[in-house]
């Protein structure tokens, strides 16, 4: 379940670096769109809400991916931020999840950000990476370039998948179950539902075998031994 946001909050202090922000200094986010937040750990969940619900974001915050992705995947356009590092799900393959949906702006935020991470990240289609800990001030400024981002974003209804759905759903249309395909692509089974339910999320499959035959339909094979 999601965190609910607090209401009726005092502003919090738009002090530090200033960059980022309009000629007024306006820490104020335009709510075209609400923010959706991903986080695994509680204290930095709320932190993080309370700086942009002072801010005027309606925030949806959620710690469990899985119900993140469900959430993203019925909303309207808008600006996701998402930790890198949540256990159990590898962070550029819930990134890629996001981004795959083709109608959101993501921002990557964690305190493990090299190079690397960095270029494979606005590979996946990432439109900002932060380092933890962010100022408020960048935080926000994130925030509404995302959202400048989803004002001029062209959105697609062509299904698309991610390199990791592609190989779940070889393997689901193999017979495999959520242990087999975990141990065949060395992920846990975690992280294999996760995709699993995306998949029935895009397909709009109510279950396995409905799941199987639309992969089927789409042209999903088994992999090649």
Known sequence: MPIQPTKEREPLSS???????DGAGSTEIPMAQDVLLID???ALLRMTSLILESSGAQVAAFSDPLAALMWASDAEPTCIIVDLKIPGIE??????AFCALQRHAVILLSAYVDVLTTVDAMRLGVDNVLQKPVSEAVLL???RRGHDVLASMVTSDVLTFTRRERQV???IVSGLTTKQVAQEL???PRTVDFFRASLLRKTQSPNTAALVAALSRIGFLPPST
Not at 15 to 21: H, I, K, Q, R, V
């Open 15 to 21: 002090a530090g670096d200033p960059e980022g922000l």
């Open 40 to 42: 695994d750990d509680p």
């Open 91 to 96: 962070g550029l393959d819930l990134v890629s």
């Open 141 to 143: 400024a994130a925030v």
């Open 169 to 171: 759903a070889e393997r």
């Open 186 to 188: 060395n992920l846990s």
